[in-house]
């Protein structure tokens, strides 16, 4: 509930209760800096701070278990991430369209990559690890490089570029 709260804050956000289910488009005005998401929080719930366009870095807790759908989406200022030990799943479109994204540590806890989840991530290099056995479609799409072994010799390129 914090990091919704800290969202709204930098963010501007403002629900219309008419149309709960409308995909919230917000800005973060004159957020800047890191933004740190206190410890506790295990959750990243779908599109808390997605469309945040001046997010330029996020400070993750070390208690985070999920980063669901859309969590990131859209936040065209956001530079690099780094995903706790201890998320197991990164919803679909998480990441998606993180224009400036060039950085992003996955840990070997991760097991579960959602559809979209860095599409459009034209800046990104990015290294899966071993421990990820589910990929969805498009995961990776345009991403210039992915490095992945590919532990389940599915040799798909999940829309990458190109997969090492």
Known sequence: MRALLEAERLCGRRRRPSHPLRPLRRRCGEAAGVLTIGGGVEVLQSEAFQSCEALPSIDLPQSLREIKSSAFMYCGS???????????????????????????????????????????????????????????????????????????????????YQVN
């Open 78 to 160: 956001l530079e690099s991430v780094v995903i706790p030990y201890g998320v197991t799943s990164i919803g679909d479109g998480a990441f998606g369209d993180c224009g400036a994204l060039s950085y992003v540590e996955i840990p070997d806890t991760v097991t579960s990559i959602g559809s979209a989840a860095f599409a459009l991530c034209r800046e990104l290099t990015l290294s899966v690890p071993d421990s990820v056995t589910e990929i969805g479609g498009f995961a990776f799409n345009q991403v210039p490089q992915v490095y992945y072994s590919d532990p389940l010799g599915t040799g798909y390129d999940w829309g990458a």
